[in-house]
């Protein structure tokens, strides 16, 4: 054992951004904390570093502007992101008769395209400043959470840097080193899930516009301003498998293709130029855009879903990030999950902190975000046969967003989840929730068996146009003006009359006949979905004006 030792509050062993982002939040929370992150590789990172996880949704971009305080870095040094987009339908030659969904316009809250070298680089700044110490280039020879130091068993660290081997001995120790799982191995929590899904990703030294992809003026001006999809995540899909393009803002942009097995032993995907191949068969605009540009890395991953039989222990160690549990890359909900183990975590040390017996808050946390990632593993297991069906993607993104915005966010946004006396009433409606979307996901998983890929329309889903989710969205920015609870009644209220809509849409004889209580709660999307959609742009603006109405409540 080394004879250099240190003495720390709090060791974070893995300085990505769950590890800093904690770091952060820990020392903002608890100024007089003695915190040291551990990084096995250097700093400064370079800008494109290696790492999936660039884009955010409602809940990261929250979390990275409100909680870490860096809304003004994210504006100034990162892509404001047009939301999720996909496109469906067999390769065309007119780019505009594939079918597209998305938003013709950005929703309130703001989503960014995030260049983690970037943001990682930043936050490390700044946790210098704030006095928290970071160790880079430092390889952990050894791990203990019961190292018997004087009368307490504390967490120890040995490590090795340039300057020879360390040990660190910590009241706390939270994992965030990623797939390397140091404590998920070390205390052997490793655990399958029933999602099978496979991914080959990589980046190019290259901006990809989606926009030179067609030339007709009316698909140009179905969003506003025009020449922004690309800052879209943008989605080409098919039976079983989907290929993401996201733009940063060093130039480069990452591309990955993500398959079920069906899917991936079809492709047998194994390294650039077989990537290249499948590419230019199945999605060739994608291909052409690629052209001779570089590639910066390439990984394959099989089978990249997994689970973790704890995260978070009242005897001071926790894990987050993708050490933990990581579900799927579709939606980007990485961020999220830092978001919701980072606020977790940082609840329990400042409570045990503070002389509080952290027992059953612990076990609330942890059922918390049990809870959360199983029903957002829902949302992937079974489904990639259907990512190709435009109906049933169609109906999937209006549900799954209702129930995100309207349920989860709201939680969030509200700063009701690590505050456990708020939570723990609403226990109820939060189950009949779970439920629902339990139903939903179900039919989802129905729809997916027969991996439909629906002959091209040219038509375009706006989801800008459905009011619901401009009243999920605005109700999130706002001032509450109910107790949480109504809040929440209310929210599920709208989602269990979408939840009713996707069924009747789903079913074996859905009506194309739009009711006045369902035009106000989701326009005309009925007829995008299952009618003719118009003449071909056409229509497009006409459920606009009730996009901009408030759902009768």
């Known amino acids: ?240 498998y989907w290929v993401w393009i996201i733009p940063l803002a060093s130039g480069v942009t990452s591309i990955g293709i993500v398959m079920d097995d069906t899917a991936f032993d079809a492709a047998a995907i194994s390294d650039q130029t077989s990537a290249m191949k499948w590419l230019a068969q199945h999605q060739p605009r994608c291909a052409a855009a690629i052209g001779d540009a570089n590639f910066l890395d390439f990984v394959v991953l099989r089978d990249y879903s997994y689970d973790c039989k704890q995260l978070f222990s009242d005897q001071r160690w926790a894990v987050a990030g993708e050490a933990g549990v990581f579900a799927d890359p579709f939606y980007s909900p990485g961020s999220d999950f830092i978001a919701f183990a980072n606020g977790f975590i940082c609840s329990l040390i400042t409570a045990e902190r503070r002389g509080q017996d952290i027992r059953v808050q612990t076990v609330v946390y942890e059922r918390l975000l049990r809870s959360i990632y199983q ?50 009433p609403l226990a109820g409606e939060l189950h009949k929730a779970q439920q629902l979307n339990q139903s939903i996901q179900a039919l989802f998983r129905q729809r997916a068996e027969r991996r439909l890929q629906l002959p091209n329309r040219g038509v375009f889903m706006d989801q800008y146009q459905i009011p619901c989710l401009q009243f999920f969205n605005k109700v999130l920015m706002e001032e509450p003006k109910l107790p949480l609870a109504d809040e929440l009644a209310r929210n599920m209220a709208l989602v269990g009359q979408v939840a009713e809509a996707v069924r009747d849409m789903l079913g074996e004889m859905p009506t194309l006949e739009i009711s006045n209580s369902e035009r106000e709660l989701l326009g005309d999307y009925r007829l995008k979905i299952l009618g003719n959609g118009g003449l071909k742009f056409r229509g497009e603006a006409s459920g606009r004006a009730a996009a901009e109405k408030t759902p009768a409540i």
């Open 1 to 240: 054992m080394s004879e250099k030792l240190s003495y720390w509050d709090v060791i974070i062993a893995g300085g990505g951004l769950a590890g800093l982002g904690l770091a952060k939040q820990l020392k903002q929370a608890n100024p007089e904390l003695s915190i040291v992150v551990v990084e096995k590789q250097g700093f400064p990172r370079p800008r494109a570093i290696a790492k999936v996880g660039e884009s955010t949704v409602e809940i990261g971009s929250h979390y990275l502007s409100h909680h870490l305080g860096l809304m003004q870095h994210l504006k100034e040094n990162h892509l404001k992101k047009f939301g999720i987009r996909i496109f469906f339908g067999a390769p065309a030659d007119d780019f505009a008769q594939q079918d597209e969904l998305g938003a013709s316009q950005t929703f309130g809250i703001p989503t960014y395209q995030i260049d983690r070298g970037d943001i990682e680089n930043h936050l490390a700044d700044e946790l210098r400043a704030l006095g928290v110490t970071l160790i880079d280039k430092a390889d952990i020879l050894q791990l203990d959470t019961k190292a018997e130091t004087g009368s307490a068993q504390d967490k120890q660290l040995v490590i090795r840097t340039a300057a020879g081997e360390q040990t660190l001995i910590g009241h706390w120790l939270v994992d965030t080193a990623g797939r390397a799982s140091l404590l998920k191995n070390h205390l052997n929590l490793a655990a399958k899930n029933e999602h099978k899904s496979n991914a080959v990703w990589f980046r190019v030294d290259r901006k990809i516009t989606l926009d030179d992809w067609c030339n007709s003026p009316e698909w140009h001006a179905r969003c506003m301003p025009e020449g922004r999809r690309w800052l879209s995540t943008n989605h080409l899909v098919g039976p079983g």
């Open 375 to 424: 029903n957002t593993l829902s949302l992937y297991t079974g489904q990639y046969g259907g990512f190709g069906d435009r109906v049933m993607m169609g109906l999937k993104l209006l549900w799954d967003y209702s129930y995100y915005w309207g349920v989860l966010s709201l939680l969030y946004f509200r700063d009701a989840l690590c505050d456990f006396e708020r939570i723990r």
